[in-house]
């Protein structure tokens, strides 16, 4: 892992977000679409670093060195894995339709991101894929052991910039994800950033109010919502802007 190096000349820089708009693109985006700005974010290394089923299996920050932390929940098939993979450029770091066994703990990767001259981006980065909340057929201990370990973490995790919660986007925000956004409400230095997912269900017509229902939070209160298809590499740029964004806010 070499690449911090590299990156450092890049945060020393006075570069702001809104400079991305007259640099001309030089770097290579994700899979589908090169966009402009931070979808040509690159991903120098990604890789699993710990998956906790417990709250004393959760690695320290420390062991991250501080990184800004972003948190990614959603219920099972919603396309977690798959947007992971999508905006990190790797195939099969998450994984996709795994067996529930597999996702019931939080699991951590350890990102570098390439410098760039077009945005500010933090050489390092920690995605945190949370176990889906609530709807697994689990056992009453099993559920409250994991509501625990989702709850102590999303409340006392020092460097989490931002949860981002994927809904279908031809489900719509359900109870589950309402209560979520209620629960993070009490943290008002977390982010919150809706991922519509499977934008390529829909036609274009219909995305637009499914777009803006989307929006609504429970209270009434607009959301951040990024229209994505991990099927087509929609809503990347848009998403790591955000992502990066929410990590520039200590
Ligand atoms: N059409 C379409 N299918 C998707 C998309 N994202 C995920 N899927 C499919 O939805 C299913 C569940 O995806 P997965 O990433 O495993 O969901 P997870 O359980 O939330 O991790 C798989 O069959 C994926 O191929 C998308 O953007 N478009
Ligand atoms: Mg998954």
């Not at 040509?40 to 060195?65: I, N």
């Not at 919603?78 to 597999?102: D, E, Q, Y």
């Not at 230095?189 to 803006?212: E, H, N």
Request: charged share 25%.
């Amino acid at each position: 892992m070499a690449q911090p190096q590299k990156a450092k000349s890049a945060t020393a820089k006075p570069t702001t977000a809104k400079s991305r708009t007259t640099k001309p693109t030089t770097a290579k985006a994700g899979p589908a679409k090169p966009g402009k700005g931070e979808g040509g974010v690159r991903v120098a290394e990604a890789e699993f670093a710990a998956g906790a089923a417990r709250r004393d299996q959760v690695p320290s920050v420390t062991h991250f060195e501080q990184a800004p932390e972003i948190a990614f929940a959603g219920r099972s098939n919603v396309g977690k894995s798959s947007l992971l993979n999508m905006i990190l450029s790797r195939k099969g770091l998450a994984r996709t339709s795994g067996t529930p066994g597999c996702t019931r703990q939080i699991n951590f990767f350890d990102i570098q991101l390439a410098a760039s001259e077009r945005f500010e981006a933090p050489p390092r980065i920690v995605f945190a894929d949370l176990p889906g909340y609530g709807y697994a057929k689990v056992s009453k201990s099993e559920a409250t052991a994991w509501k625990q370990l989702l709850e102590g973490y999303l409340h006392e995790r020092p460097t989490l910039r931002a949860v981002v919660i994927l809904v279908d986007i031809r489900r719509g925000l359900e109870q589950e994800e309402a209560d979520l956004v209620e629960f993070l409400a009490e943290r008002p230095g977390i982010r919150i950033i809706i991922a519509a997912t499977k934008i390529d269900k829909l036609s274009r017509s219909a995305q637009k109010p499914a777009l803006t229902k989307l929006a609504q939070g429970p209270d009434g209160e607009r959301l951040e919502v990024v229209a994505t298809s991990a099927e087509t590499g929609d809503g990347r740029g848009p998403l790591w802007a955000r992502i990066l964004d929410a990590c520039r806010v200590e």
